[in-house]
């Protein structure tokens, strides 16, 4: 354990005090840290409200049961059912709610499996003795603009099983696992190990706030969210038009190999995946606004589901401020984006290289990816 751990300060020494790179990377280092100096101070500051508005919620509700102070208002009534709706239905808006006298009246258009988990949560609201059913059940909704669109709900499930976990919920969910990692580990056998890995896994759950189908690559296109942006100097008009032509994205995208437009509006996408094995998958533009923005999904199977929205934004100076969001969903999920980190293949850092490269291919007319030069005109021919 000695040498080891005098190999790895040796290396960390050779790392920061090399003659040619050691300054920039000690500046990375103080610049990283000083980063995580203020996520820590805004996280501990988003926990600690949280904690106290749970703290006065618990509070008040007890206070309610053991002092009741008579019927509320209706008005009251029917706020309380509306911050219910929206977690038990898909088209809240769609739904009117009326109280009075500890009668709740509700009216408007809902899906037909909507029913009766909406009427329950209602039925549980305090101060209401009675629901009262107007509904119109929309069995045809691609013939109603109100039940159309809309995603839906996990219902009223407890914070730890819904997708999202509040910000306290995830420090007692952490705090929890690490003891029971420990505890599992302390033990040395097999119910230990179970326990173990049951904590790391839950732990994982806690650090990262994604479902575990996200987690192992299971949850759709967005287990891994990625975002930045970069000003061009260049009208809006030439670099939404070269953006707007997925097949230049090679020119500039070290990572991406192959773009090519096929059949019905599907294009075609080849990259380099974890350890330079390659994927593949297909996908459509889902909104084109000229010179303000362009979307685009992957198909359903695709090997790497993926999502990405491109905002461009004219500035006063004429310049073009492009904002990038990209969701995706990588083998094995959030765990196999932090393998492949750990690999070197970080994409947040790809995609700060891959802006400069495209930065220099707009202004300047030409760039440097995969080894090659690479120049405006050639992609213009």
């Known amino acids: 354990m ?21 300054r920039r990377r000690r500046a990375l280092v103080r610049d990283k840290a000083v980063r995580a100096g203020h996520e820590a101070s805004d996280a501990t500051g988003v926990v600690a409200r949280d904690m ?22 209706p008005r009251r009534t029917e706020e ?4 219910i709706l929206g977690r038990v239905v898909s088209h809240p808006g769609a739904i009117t709610v009326n109280a009075q006298n500890g009668r709740l009246v509700v009216s408007g258009y809902i899906l037909e499996r909507e029913v009766d988990p909406l009427l329950n949560a209602l039925r549980s609201v305090p101060g209401v003795q009675e629901v009262e059913n ?30 999202r976990m509040a910000p306290a ?14 505890y599992g580990l302390g033990r040395r056998d097999l119910p230990g190990g179970v326990l173990a890995t049951l904590g ?28 930045n942006a970069i000003e061009i100097d260049a009208p809006v008009e030439d670099v939404f038009d070269f953006l707007r032509h997925f097949e230049n994205y090679p020119r500039f995208m070290h990572h991406i190999r192959q773009v090519r437009q ?19 998958w297909d996908a459509v533009v889902t909104r084109l606004e000229p010179n303000r923005r362009i979307s685009w999904k992957s198909l359903p199977g695709s090997e790497v589901g993926n999502t990405g929205t491109l905002w461009f934004e004219p500035t006063a100076d004429g310049k073009t401020r492009v904002h990038v969001l990209m969701g995706y969903n990588p083998p094995a999920g959030a765990v196999g984006h932090a393998v492949a980190v750990l690999l070197g293949a970080d994409p947040r850092r790809q995609m700060d290289e891959d802006l400069v490269r495209l930065q220099s291919l707009i202004e300047r007319g030409k760039t440097s990816a995969k080894g090659q030069q690479v120049t405006r005109e050639e992609i213009a021919r």
């Not at 919920?169 to 420990?182: D, E, M, N, V």
């Not at 994982?204 to 990625?226: K, M, P, S």
């Not at 096929?262 to 593949?280: K, M, R, T």
């Open 80 to 83: 309380r059912a509306r911050a």
């Open 134 to 163: 107007r509904l119109e059940v929309g069995h045809q909704p691609e013939h109603m603009p109100s039940l159309q669109g809309g995603r839906r709900r996990p219902g009223l499930v407890p914070d730890i099983f819904q997708r």
């Open 262 to 280: 096929g059949e019905n509006g599907v294009w075609h996408w080849e990259a380099d995946g974890p350890l330079g094995i390659g994927v593949s």
């Open 52 to 73: 106290a508005h749970r703290a006065w919620g618990f509070l008040a509700e007890l206070r309610g049961r053991l002092l009741p102070g008579g019927t509320p208002t």
């Open 169 to 182: 919920t995830r420090l007692l969910l952490g705090a929890g696992s690490t003891a029971l990692t420990l």
């Open 200 to 227: 790391l896994v839950t732990g994982v759950r806690a650090a990262t706030n994604l479902d575990y189908r996200n987690l192992v690559g299971l949850g759709g296109r967005e287990a891994v969210r990625i975002q």
């Open 2 to 22: 000695g040498a080891v751990a005098a190999g790895m300060a040796g290396a960390v020494t050779m790392y920061l005090l090399d003659p040619q790179q050691g």
